[in-house]
């Protein structure tokens, strides 16, 4: 009996015992950290960072420029003379928002001045600025004589002497109108010009002055310089992202029609495309109120023979005559008009011409084949039609395509070009002939920044050239014409970002690495650094427990390639614990989303390691056209899994280099081409990756549009006995692996997304529901490719997917406490 008894209640304690053990364990399992999350919202941050880099607003008469930049502590507007090395305030804070509270009756105070629409007039010793006050007027609608006046705050003008600190309201001041979309205006102000019904309209001045004041005005002259035009051939008037009401409701409307002018006015050039033969694609919006609404639109899917065909016209604008350019040479080409490079000082003009790239008497084309193995640097005479091709490319994979650099006019041209593996910049003459390659060697030049034709020297961009630096740090170089005297101009193992004046003297330097504070220096073009000018203000962030990410390399799964790539961990990190690790991608080819420079903290990285994991970036090879050519084509041919074995290789890596890292509990998450690769990753490699959250995702790139599944996975041309072409295409897709899926997936799409379409994710959903699959499906209501004012509710979705199954926390309850305790409870309607 008392054995029974002792029996019974050993078995008792010991049940006891492994309930109270398993009680402890629950207790043990890691709560997502979402308070710490919360602490780094989009609008938290707004008043946390402040300005991060100058903008320089380079002035006309002199050297001189002028920026804004915001710490803590307000605004303050500086004025710089690069050529006395001079910096100074515009003008005195608390001086200037006293007069300016006894003027508009308004109270401001020196960190709290709101001036809006600053510019220099006169002769630049002058401001004009705005000021919007509290006191409400009543404006009338002047196209509308019955409407009701309405109500609208009260802005005041003001004239500012830097030097004298004079400051005069401008009592009958007339700000300028600003310049409508549709209008395009020429070089000397004479020729307006925009589309209308399919077709190309003009009007002269007087005429513009008078649809400034009320567009509807019937006494406005218009008149029509074509007539042939017709829906999905038309002259402009692009109908991109509008519902078939919007486009139904906006038909006789005036639009944009993208001329590229002549400097002296006298041409202007467009290309007008056929779509007619591309098929219709459309989305829904559900939600459109008071009923759904249809959007349809051309689309191209890749290998489909229905193309748009590309025309080119020039007009010259006296005779109002018009002449079809023959430049036709390859099936379902594209051909490109380049405008002219802006000019620095023009920026706060109220508006600025579109002109063509070239001279009064000749301009400058791309010409690529539809499968970008072929391109054509193109010269046209306007006045007789007459087409050169000066240069042209060829390889075996896509070639890309920069705007041609022109020296004195076109007698010398400048031509960018990867077709030694590397991006170079080559040396022409007029005629197309090289003169000489002018940089060369094993790093890549990005873009023409300046030529300086009098001293024979050109200012470019360029990464990987500096021995021992990360490879995508970008610089600014200089370099003469014929390769001699190469020199950097901005040293410093930073992610640099340039912006020089006109005349090719000064920079701003804006640079920081992601875990560095953004700083912003001027120099002049012989590299002599002449000041420092600002430290971004972090103050803010780093009280609220903000900490800099660590960047590291690792090799690509062939053991040769180096990977580079950012680790970031939760502010509270622990080195003592282990924690799940998410990989956030994006393969490529045009970016690996991998980012160089200090950014605010992003939702999908800095944010979501808050929650209790650690995320990193890391590029893979095939996914940035900032290295080799051998590197950026590494996936051509085979687009869906290039890049997963690099992306495995570099958390095994980072696994075994750190402790903290729990190689057993592996998400990954991505948007868009980031979304069809985190998906691809769970099906190619199901016993690794563990969970993943894919947004908006290009699953079957069949669907997907034509011109980027065809130029990075690539297309057949085949050219069959009788001469006609067709284009062959086929692609591995994501919905072909289905069966594969082991672990968690959700995935999301916004149910208009006109960019990747719906039917990407509907078919992997497809896919994996034939497949007997659990999986979890969100579309996002109104929402685009973006998704737009949902981005926040997004974050908090995904976060609590990986915090389920990563973590294994399932407390979070159905309303979003993190959201809502951000809205003010005022019961007035937002």
């Known amino acids: 009996m008392f054995n029974g008894f002792f029996s019974r209640n050993r078995y008792f304690l010991l049940a006891t015992s492994l309930l109270v053990s398993g009680l402890a364990h629950a207790q043990e399992q890691p709560k997502a950290n979402y308070r710490l999350a919360a602490k780094f919202s989009p609008k938290k941050q707004q008043r946390m960072v402040f300005s991060t880099a100058v903008d320089a607003h380079w002035l ?28 100074r305030v515009m003008f005195d804070n608390a001086k200037l928002a006293a007069a300016l509270t006894r003027i508009v009756k308004d109270p401001f105070d020196a960190q709290h001045l709101p001036i809006d629409s600053m510019r220099f007039v006169k002769d630049e010793r002058t401001i ?18 019955k409407a009701a006046p309405v109500k609208e705050k009260k802005t005041f003008y003001f004239e500012y002497n830097l030097d004298t600190e004079n400051l005069v309201e401008l009592n009958d001041f007339k700000k300028p109108k600003r310049k409508p979309n549709w209008a ?24 513009y002055e008078k649809a400034l004041i009320n567009e509807n005005d019937s006494t406005i002259v218009e008149h029509a310089f074509t007539k042939d035009g017709v829906d999905n051939f038309a002259y402009g008037g692009d109908t991109d992202n509008e519902s078939n009401v919007d486009i139904e409701k906006n038909k006789d409307k005036r639009k944009p029609a993208y001329v590229f002018w002549s400097p002296d006015s006298k041409y202007f050039g467009m290309t007008r495309s056929d779509k007619r033969m ?54 379902n080409q594209d051909v490109y008009f380049w405008s002219k490079p802006a000019v620095k000082t023009q920026r706060d003009d109220d508006w600025r011409p579109l002109v063509w790239h070239g001279t009064n008497d000749k301009f400058y084309l791309t010409r690529t ?54 991006a170079h910049f080559y040396l022409y003459d007029e005629n197309g002939k090289l003169k000489n390659q002018i940089t060369s060697g094993a790093y890549h030049c990005e873009d023409i920044e300046a030529i300086d034709e009098k001293n024979r020297v050109l200012y470019f961009s360029a990464n990987g050239k500096e021995p021992n630096e990360d490879p995508y740090y970008l610089h600014l170089y200089r370099v003469n014409f014929d390769g001699s005297g190469l020199k950097l101009l901005n040293p410093g193992e930073f992610e640099h970002a340039m912006n020089l004046n006109d005349n090719n003297q000064f920079f701003v330097d804006n640079y920081s690495r992601v875990n560095t504070v953004p700083k912003s220096a001027l120099y002049n073009t012989a590299g002599k650094k002449i000041m420092d ?21 690792v090799k690509a799964d062939d053991g040769v390639t180096d990977l580079y790539g950012v680790m970031y961990k939760p502010f509270d990190f622990d080195s003592t614990k282990r924690y799940p690790i998410i990989e956030y991608v994006y393969p490529g080819p045009q970016t690996e989303a991998v980012n160089k420079a200090f950014a605010r903290v992003a939702d999908r990285t800095d944010r979501l390691a808050q929650a209790g994991f650690i995320v990193i ?21 085979n687009l869906r899994d290039y890049g997963l074995a690099d992306k495995k290789a570099a958390i095994e890596q980072l696994a075994d280099r750190y402790q903290f890292i729990d190689a057993d509990k592996v998400g990954i998450h991505g948007h868009s081409g980031g979304g069809f690769m985190s998906t691809a990753a769970m099906l190619v490699y199901p016993d690794f990756f563990k969970v993943a959250v894919s947004s908006s995702g290009n699953h079957d790139n069949s669907v997907y549009n034509r011109w980027w599944s065809e130029k990075h996975h690539g297309v057949k041309e085949v050219v069959g006995e009788k001469g006609d072409t067709t284009f062959l295409y086929n692609i591995e897709k994501n919905p072909d692996l289905a069966k594969n899926l082991k672990g968690h997936l959700m995935l999301t799409t916004g149910d208009i997304d006109n960019n990747v379409h719906p ?38 979705t995904l976060t609590d997917y990986y915090s389920r199954w990563l973590l294994g926390d399932f407390s979070q309850p159905v309303d979003i406490t993190e959201m809502n305790v951000e809205v003010p409870q005022t019961n007035k309607r937002r």
């Open 128 to 145: 004009q600025f705005e000021i919007k006050s509290s006191l409400e007027i009543e404006k009338k609608d002047t196209t509308n004589k």
């Open 278 to 331: 591309v098929k219709d694609f459309w989305v829904i919006n559900n939600i459109a109120d008071p009923r759904p609404t249809l959007e349809t639109y051309k689309y191209q899917m890749p290998g489909e023979k229905e193309a748009p065909e590309t025309h080119l016209y020039v007009w010259e604008n006296s005779s109002k005559t018009v002449k079809e350019i023959n430049v036709n040479m390859f099936k």
């Open 759 to 796: 039917a990407n994710t509907i078919r992997v959903a497809n896919a994996l529901i034939k497949a007997n699959k659990r999986f979890e499906f969100v579309i996002l209501p109104g929402q685009r490719h973006a998704y737009g004012d949902m981005q926040e509710w997004f974050f908090w």
């Open 60 to 87: 006309k008469k002199s050297d001189r420029f002028w920026y804004q930049y915001e710490t803590s502590n307000g605004k303050v507007w500086y004025i710089v003379n690069p050529a006395t090395a001079e910096k």
């Open 617 to 637: 970036t890391v590029g893979n090879r095939g996914g940035h056209p900032s290295r080799s050519k051998w590197y950026h084509t590494y996936g051509y041919g």
């Open 184 to 207: 395009n205006i020429s070089p000397d102000e004479q020729t307006i010009i925009f589309a209308k019904k399919f077709n190309l309209y003009w009007m002269d001045k007087a005429n």
């Open 369 to 422: 084949s539809r499968d970008l193995k072929r391109i054509d640097v193109l010269r046209i005479d306007p006045k007789s039609g007459d087409v050169k091709s000066i240069i042209e490319e060829r390889m075996n994979t896509y070639v890309e395509v920069r705007r041609v650099g022109l020296v004195n006019g076109g007698k010398e041209l400048i031509q960018w070009s990867e077709e030694d593996g590397w």
């Open 533 to 553: 000018l600002e430290t971004a203000d972090l103050s803010l962030l780093f009280a609220a427990g903000y900490k800099f990410p660590d960047i590291f390399k």
